[in-house]
Nanobody
Framework: QVQLVESGGGLVQPGGSLRLSCAAS????????MAWYRQAPGKQRELVAR???????NYADFVKGRFTIPRDNAKKTVNLQMNSLKPEDTAVYYC????????????WGQGTQVTVSS
């Protein structure tokens, strides 16, 4: 059974940084692309960043140059380093696999709340 546990969210001022962590367990991870997603109130969930099992990354335009997505295959963790945070980054952040059909996933972890506010 797959389990994803996100952590590291919190309240931060604009321009600040946070590092989110995702711990995966079960039959997931080593061969899977992993990704971070977010969902702001009243908005649809969106893809933030993705990393393949080999380490290739891609980022949504709205986070390019500010966020990075390192992963540790041995520890089955994927992080999201968020710098230069903006109020519009406020959302609940989730990790999951990075498949093309992610919008149809029926399992999501509890997510971690990120609030960017002065």
């Amino acid at each position: 059974q797959v389990q994803l546990v996100e952590s590291g969210g919190g309240l931060v001022q604009p321009g600040g940084s946070l590092r989110l962590s995702c711990a995966a367990s079960g039959s997931i991870f080593s061969r899977d692309a992993m990704a971070w997603y977010r969902q702001a109130p009243g908005k649809q969930r969106e893809l933030v960043a993705r990393i393949t099992s080999g380490g290739s990354t891609n980022y949504a335009d709205f986070v390019k140059g500010r966020f990075t997505i390192p992963r540790d295959n041995a520890k089955k963790t994927v992080n999201l380093q968020m710098n230069s945070l903006k109020p519009e980054d406020t959302a609940v952040y989730y990790c999951n696999t990075g498949g093309l059909t992610w919008r149809k996933y029926d399992y999501w972890g509890q997510g971690t709340q990120v609030t960017v506010s002065s």
